[in-house]
């Protein structure tokens, strides 16, 4: 009597929300794969672990590019006051001008900061990207990039750097275009478009992937309420939301195009010993032939259509954002109520987004600066200031 085959096995443990994949062989009482460990395991390419280094990689380039943003800003040179003034260079502008202890907007301007003006005017459409590297200050910086740590290295080790990596820099991009077709008075920066990228592939990978995981509704739901409140802080004065649902949006199309994962009974098929028959033991109690193969699709049609789908709105949405913003289309002028989609006014905030600007009067070394946006006037004792010097005072005045 011919030897039972050996089912395969592949289980989902669920810890804490994070499911991990990995098959699991059965024992079984074939003398051949007893006698061989290979015959026993083989591993699931489609469910490896992988090493996380990129997202590492990522945080050490965004803390460099902050090292190099407060070396240009040189807050001693270029501004009257300045807080933690040890540091010489390296110190910061005043809380009135910066709160987030970092550099002046003029800075970050020159380090690549998203203008509008610089993109549609100037041709410079490289902005788009290297904003997401730089950030307004301290507290800026160490918010994204734990977030990064926390949500990035959980994601590249179940889907490599290659497919995590694309993701994120697209998904910046994405936040960048909106931003860019809806904030045109003032500079941006910072990669939470790119991390709220990451969150939306989160939350596209459990819905494409959603048969093979366990405890699914908890974990959608708390996607679902982390997705919530970080889009609900948007709603505040000075922070970008239109780059948090532009790379939001982007990551969660791009979730289903880049971490779509194959079906069990496929994986059972593929890695399933075969017995010297050439029977294939795929959790069948008396087996398939390998023809039996097409009887477990390798993606669900569901998937299939979301990847299709996803896609093609990637295309169009990427090619229609990038033609309106190269136009110097302001979308605000097509939606009156879009604006509140990044900040609501409220008796405690404004939000204006007027640039800032001054009218300077000159007296011998006395200087009055008067705020065009509030009509606040300030007068001051300078020695020959340059005019970043004056900038930095009007920022100040203004906020």
């Not at 270029?78 to 907007?105: D, M, T, W």
């Not at 990451?198 to 699914?216: D, Q, R, V």
Request: aromatic letters at 10%; glycine letters at 8%; proline letters at 5%.
């Amino acid at each position: 009597m011919a030897a039972a085959p050996e089912n395969v096995q592949i289980r989902v443990h669920s810890r804490r929300g994070v499911n991990t994949i990995h098959p699991v062989s059965v024992e079984s009482p074939h003398p051949a794969a007893a006698a061989s460990p290979a015959a026993n395991y083989r591993e699931v390419k489609h469910f490896k672990k992988w090493f996380p280094w990129l997202i590492p990689t990522f945080v050490v380039a965004n803390v460099v590019m902050f090292i190099i943003s407060m070396y240009v800003n040189n807050c001693p040179k270029n501004s009257i006051s300045c807080v933690a003034g040890f540091l010489g260079r390296f110190s910061f502008q005043p809380f009135k001008e910066n709160p987030l202890l970092g550099p002046s907007s003029s800075a970050l301007g020159k380090m690549g900061a998203l203008d509008v003006a610089k993109v549609v005017d100037k041709h410079q459409g490289w902005r788009l990207i290297t904003c997401m590297w730089l950030h307004g200050g301290v507290f800026h910086l160490l918010a994204n990039m734990l977030s990064l740590l926390v949500i990035g290295i959980r994601l590249e080790q179940e889907f490599g750097f290659v497919r995590i990596g694309l993701l994120y820099l697209i998904s910046g991009l994405g936040g960048s275009l909106l931003s860019a077709l809806f904030i045109q008075s003032n500079i941006s920066v910072g990669a939470s478009g790119a991390l709220f990228g990451l969150l939306g592939a989160m939350l596209s990978e459990l819905i494409t992937n959603w048969t093979i995981y366990a405890n699914k509704m908890a974990a959608f739901t708390t996607l679902v309420v982390i997705v919530a409140i970080n889009l609900a802080v948007g709603i505040l004065p000075h922070v970008d939301n239109f780059a948090h649902i532009g790379g939001f949006v982007s990551g969660f199309l791009l979730g289903f195009v880049f971490l779509i994962r194959p079906q069990f009974g496929w994986v059972n098929q593929r890695y399933a010993p075969i017995s010297p028959a050439g029977y294939s033991s795929a959790a069948s109690p008396a087996g398939y032939s390998s023809t039996s193969r097409a009887a477990n699709p390798k993606f669900m049609a569901y998937q299939r259509v979301l990847w299709l789908l996803s896609l093609i709105l990637l295309i169009v949405g990427f090619t229609v954002g990038l033609v309106l913003l190269l136009r110097g289309v302001d979308l605000n002028d097509h939606c009156s109520w879009c604006h509140y989609l990044s900040c609501v006014p409220t008796s405690k905030w404004s939000c204006n987004t007027q640039p800032i600007s001054c009218q300077a009067e000159q007296t011998g070394s006395q200087y009055t600066l008067t705020c065009s946006n509030s009509s606040k006037s300030r007068s001051y004792s300078l020695l020959n200031p340059t005019a970043t010097q004056i900038q930095g005072l009007c920022a100040q005045l203004c906020r």
